[in-house]
Nanobody, 126 residues
Framework: QVQLVESGGGLVQAGGSLRLSCAAS????????MGWFRQAPGKEREFVGG????????DYADSVKGRFTISRDNAKNTAYLQMSSLKPEDTAVYYC???????????????????WGQGTQVTVSS
């Protein structure tokens, strides 16, 4: 069992930056792929980015590519989402999620994740 706790959300002006953290419990953090998703009011949950368990590969949604960066520190059992050049359309609840690498799973699909955090609100004002 893995428990995930996000932090770092808040209110920021357009063009600003925030760093979200996702702290994981348990001893197997380094064996999980980690993903970040977001959900705006009235919209479906969407993939923001992911980092494979090896730590060397990341991928992002086109809407955030070049502005957001995902990293992980396995020694601290923590994943990060660095967000820069924020836009009002980035406003959403942001979730981190952990995915076991057993079986055929997509890092892009929310239904392929095993554990979820509670979410943290990010609001970008214009």
């Amino acid at each position: 069992q893995v428990q995930l706790v996000e932090s770092g959300g808040g209110l920021v002006q357009a063009g600003g930056s925030l760093r979200l953290s996702c702290a994981a419990s348990g001893r197997s953090f380094s064996t999980y792929n980690m993903g970040w998703f977001r959900q705006a009011p009235g919209k479906e949950r969407e993939f923001v980015g992911g980092i494979w368990w090896t730590g060397g590969t990341t991928d992002y949604a086109d809407s955030v590519k070049g502005r957001f960066t995902i990293s992980r520190d396995n020694a601290k059992n923590t994943a990060y989402l660095q967000m820069s050049s924020l836009k009002p359309e980035d406003t959403a609840v942001y979730y981190c999620a952990a995915q076991t690498v057993v079986g055929r799973k997509s890092i892009y699909a929310f239904y392929d994740y095993n554990y979820w955090g509670q979410g943290t609100q990010v609001t970008v004002s214009s």
